[in-house]
């Protein structure tokens, strides 16, 4: 039992250990996919895993055209609809996923689809973080199989007890690493963009009339900037 217990208190420290490693593969050479797009001001590192997303405000003449065809584009991009809100034909706004070396070229379509008026492009670089939460995964797995050896080998009912309540722990806590690789993968792998459309105001006689009568006031004051 003192054996037993002793190598379960040598595990333990491990598993508060293994919370600080670091892992030095590259995320190339762990099978992920990494973005060829480019936002046009970043430098891209092929060796560096990028999150990519957009938002986009646009002023469109039909709402419902607009949301058609960025679903279409969306969906020849081989990418999808994520979440979709409307107030009929005066507004509606989309949240986009697409394949991220698809990125730069489903931003320049969707801005075609009406006037820009908010435009805005970052990428996030989530390479350190996901090597941390990679190099904790594998030791926690190593951490699961040595207690699961010592549950197959446990007599008293107190060792069996205490180990499976450690293996249970470090159970839940694989589940969450491994929950988070997804996440990061399908991040890099997916690029995200929020498009906000609004209707564009549809003027009635006098409003072109008063916004001639603007064009020519503001044309006495400024001719060229």
């Known amino acids: 039992m003192k054996r037993t217990m002793t190598v379960l208190a040598g595990l333990l420290t491990m598993a508060v250990l293994s919370g600080c490693a670091t ?27 990028l999150i990519w997303k957009a938002n986009l405000r646009l002023d469109v003449w039909s709402i419902s055209n607009a949301v058609a065809e960025a679903t279409a584009m969306a969906e020849r991009q081989g990418g999808f609809v994520e979440q979709k809100s409307d107030h009929g034909e005066e507004s509606a706004s989309l ?70 309540t450690e293996l249970n722990r470090v159970q839940a806590d694989l589940d969450s690493m491994e929950g988070r690789i997804k996440s990061l993968r399908g991040q890099v ?28 006031v503001e044309k006495l004051f400024v001719i060229r900037e």
Not at 202 to 213: M, N
């Open 23 to 49: 892992y030095a593969e590259r995320p190339s050479e762990a099978g992920i996919m990494l973005p060829e797009a480019t936002a046009d001001t970043a430098e891209v590192r092929p060796d560096r895993m």
């Open 189 to 216: 792998e997916y690029a995200t963009v929020r498009l906000s459309l609004d209707r564009k105001p549809i003027l009635g006689p006098l409003g072109y009339l008063f916004k001639g009568l603007w064009w020519g």
């Open 95 to 164: 949240t986009l996923r697409v394949p991220a070396n698809s990125f730069k070229a489903a931003v320049s379509a969707l801005e075609t689809l009406g006037t820009v008026t908010y435009r805005n492009i970052e990428g996030e670089d989530i390479t350190e973080q996901y090597i941390d939460v990679e190099a904790r995964l594998k030791n926690k797995i190593v951490l699961r199989d040595r207690l699961k050896e010592l549950l197959a080998k446990a007599t008293e009912v107190k060792d069996l007890l205490s180990i499976e």
